[in-house]
Structure formats: structure tokens, C-alpha cells
Nanobody, 120 residues
Framework: QLQASGGGVVQPGDSLRLSCTASERTFSTYALAWFRQSPEKEREFVAAISRIGGSTAYADSVKDRFFFSRDNAKNTAFLQMNSLKPEDTAVYYC???????????????WGQGTLVTVSS
């Protein structure tokens, strides 16, 4: 079971860190990803990380602003979001799939989402 947290209301240019936690003891065997969805758009890929954390991938819209990391010893992954823009406003979902790395592919398990609002 995945749980996303850390969302909130911030101003443009601010930073925010999202967390994705899991109760699975096999957390390190899952590739992870973040997706987001706003009322105006379909769900879109944000970032992905391999099961050990050696590989990452990002959507062009967040590259060099967002950074995905994980701490398998704590069953937790983090999405560090910097230089936030109003267009980053969305519900962010953590997703997982057993295996090494899937990038912008299919994921089997989803968390409940956490809302990020970027507004002045």
C-alpha cells in the first residue's frame, strides 16, 4: 500500500518535498514513479526511479527542477520540487510496479494522491 504526503499551498518559486511511503518489506524490489493530474489535463508522467535509485527519468516540464530519490531502508521515496510554477498545481500520485525501472510506463499500484497548489 502506497501513501503520498507532503502536498500543500505554496507560492511560485517555492519548494516542496513530497513523500511516498509503503508498508511493504519488499519496497526495494519496486520501481516507483510520480504522476500528476489537474482538472484541466489528463494524468501525466512526472518522474520515475529504479528500484535501487540508480536511474531516474523526468518529464521535460519538470527536468532540472524536480528530483526523485528513495531510501529503501525507510521504505520511503521523495520528490523534491523546486522553483514551483502555477502550472505544477495538481494532485500528485505515487505509483509502483515490481521490477527495476519503467520510466513513463505502466504501473500496477497507486497511492491516494496529495494536492499541490502553487498560487500567488
Amino acid at each position: 500500500q502506497l501513501q503520498a504526503s507532503g502536498g500543500g499551498v505554496v507560492q511560485p518559486g517555492d519548494s516542496l518535498r513530497l513523500s511516498c511511503t509503503a508498508s511493504e518489506r519488499t519496497f526495494s524490489t519496486y520501481a516507483l514513479a510520480w504522476f500528476r493530474q489537474s482538472p484541466e489535463k489528463e494524468r501525466e508522467f512526472v518522474a520515475a526511479i529504479s528500484r535501487i535509485g540508480g536511474s531516474t527519468a523526468y518529464a521535460d516540464s519538470v527536468k532540472d527542477r524536480f528530483f526523485f530519490s528513495r531510501d529503501n531502508a525507510k521504505n520511503t521515496a521523495f520528490l523534491q520540487m523546486n522553483s514551483l510554477k502555477p502550472e505544477d498545481t495538481a494532485v500528485y500520485y505515487c505509483a509502483a510496479r515490481a521490477g527495476n525501472f519503467y520510466g513513463n510506463g505502466r504501473y500496477d499500484y497507486w497511492g491516494q494522491g496529495t494536492l499541490v497548489t502553487v498560487s500567488s
